[in-house]
């Protein structure tokens, strides 16, 4: 069974970085993208980027309010992805999740961000 | 930026036939995917590549497309349907991920 666990949420100040884990179990986890998704408090959802699997490059994509300020990484010898996120604003105040190509969800971790 | 257009909410009694719309310009180049959402949970997978239904998915679910449209429907809609429904595409290019805005499915 595929499971994701997200990790790391919590209250921080804004300008302050955070860093999420999502701990990935029950499937080959180098061999998939990995996506993370926001949603803020009673809005939609809201796609933040991913990273590729190594065969495909490793490479990452960002939404275009959080490129340059998010980084996404993965570390697959314990099926981790991260998303590190710095400079952060208020509203970027969400519950993050992690996805496997929408087919499998975290159940997210809730990131507030407020002085 | 791309946009996916979607009714904010769609209200139904138990046994109708749901239908819930989702407008993009890429649509007729890119997948798109429908997801359920309840209050207090993630996303819930149910249709992928337009018209395809996850295993466990009702039958009742299914999906349709075409030209810039695509379409969830939901037959002999019962009280548990009652949810957040996102439809989900990628921009032409197929590099970035977009979401509707959400339909609120009200059960009356």
């Known amino acids: 069974e595929v499971q994701l666990v997200e990790s790391g949420g919590g209250l921080v100040q804004p300008g302050r970085s955070l860093r999420l884990s999502c701990t990935a179990s029950?499937?080959?986890?180098?061999?998939?993208?990995m996506s993370w998704v926001r949603q803020a408090p009673g809005k939609g959802l809201e796609w933040v980027g991913f990273?590729?699997?190594?065969?495909?490059?490793?490479?990452?994509e960002y939404a275009a309010s959080v490129k340059g300020r998010f980084t996404i990484s993965r570390d697959d010898s314990k099926s981790i992805a991260y998303l590190q996120m710095n400079s952060l604003k208020t509203e970027d105040t969400a519950v993050y999740y992690c996805t496997v190509g929408g087919a499998s969800w975290g159940q997210g971790t809730l990131v507030t961000v407020s002085s | 930026s791309y946009e996916l257009t979607q009714p904010p909410s769609v209200s139904i009694s138990p046994g109708q036939t749901a239908r819930i719309t989702c407008s993009g310009d890429a649509l007729p180049k890119q997948y798109a995917y429908w997801y359920q959402q309840k209050p207090g949970q993630a996303p819930l997978l149910v249709i992928y590549?337009?018209?395809e239904r996850p295993s466990g998915i009702p039958e009742r679910f299914s999906g349709s497309s075409s030209g810039t449209t695509v379409t969830l429907t939901i037959s002999g809609v019962q009280a548990e349907d009652e949810a957040d429904y996102y439809c989900q595409s990628a921009d032409s290019s197929g590099t970035y991920w977009v979401f509707g805005g959400g339909t609120k499915l009200t059960v009356l």
């Open positions: 990273i590729r699997n190594k065969a495909s490059g490793g490479t990452r």
């Open positions: 029950g499937f080959i986890f180098g061999d998939y993208t």
């Open positions: 590549k337009d018209s």
